[in-house]
């Protein structure tokens, strides 16, 4: 009797089960997670280094002396003062969204020079202009398309001017001064990050030096006019900014 019941639940264990099986739900599908881009971010401390071309328009009016300054300048002409410049930057952006702020400080040497033929006296002097250096000191604000950033600048410039005048019948020299003149500096340029801490870019920037008198070594004065132009190539290392996720 016990072997007949034993036997009777095993048959209708068996049957149950491919039953049982039917009525157990299909195995979900599950979607794979989204791929995560890492989106480019201009944050951080950047140093890097420029070089270039630059040229500056010079515009000498003679004023007198120390002890006769005139009532009226006389024009003695203008000239273009070209070259090319190397130097460095260093600076830090922040990013918000896909706008990027930023503050930079720019030193270069620069070897602009040129010069004309005074319009006072014939043959009288040749005048000629050399800036050494130049320095910027500007805020910056860009928009950014992922590793694409185009931006404005503008602030402080600083410049290293000589002066030096020849005479034409002779070749020597017969004045000569210098100076330090500060002024305003606008400009922009577009940077592109070509790896996650290195990025190039090119840049132009507008100098406005103003006007200045400038006493030269013989007390003979003359108001010189000055702007600069200047195109560079750069190129940057970026450190300090985090890597955002994007979905």
Not at 122 to 146: C, E, H, M, Q, S
Request: proline residues 3%; neutral net charge; charged residues 15%.
């Amino acid at each position: 009797m016990k072997k007949f019941l034993l036997g009777t639940i095993g048959l209708i264990a068996l049957g149950a089960a491919p039953a049982m099986a039917a009525d157990l739900a299909a195995r979900p599908y599950t979607k794979a997670p989204p791929i995560v881009a890492a989106a480019y971010d201009w944050s951080g401390f950047y140093v890097g280094a420029n070089g270039g071309w630059g040229t500056s328009r010079n515009c000498w009016d003679f004023a007198g002396t120390t002890a006769q300054p005139l009532v009226s300048n006389l024009g003695e002409g203008c000239h273009d003062a070209s070259g090319g410049t190397v130097g460095g930057q260093i600076g830090y952006n922040w990013q918000v969204g896909t706008w990027v702020f930023g503050v930079e400080a720019q030193g270069n040497w620069a070897d602009f020079k040129g010069s004309n033929v005074s319009l006072l006296v014939v043959p009288g002097t040749t005048n000629d202009t050399k800036i050494d250096a130049f320095g910027l000191f500007t805020a910056r604000v860009g928009y950014a398309w992922n590793n694409a950033l185009l931006y404005v600048k503008g602030g402080a410039a600083v410049t290293s001017d000589k002066y030096t005048v020849y005479g034409n019948r002779t070749g020597a020299i017969t004045d000569t001064a210098s100076e330090t003149r500060w002024g305003g500096a606008v400009g922009g340029g577009l940077e592109y990050g070509f790896s996650p801490a290195w990025t190039f870019g090119v840049e132009y920037d507008h100098l406005f030096m103003g006007s200045r008198d400038i006493t030269f070594a013989t007390t003979s004065i003359d108001r010189i006019k000055q702007d600069v132009d200047v195109v560079t190539a750069r190129i940057n290392y970026r450190w300090g900014g985090p890597i955002v996720a994007r979905y």
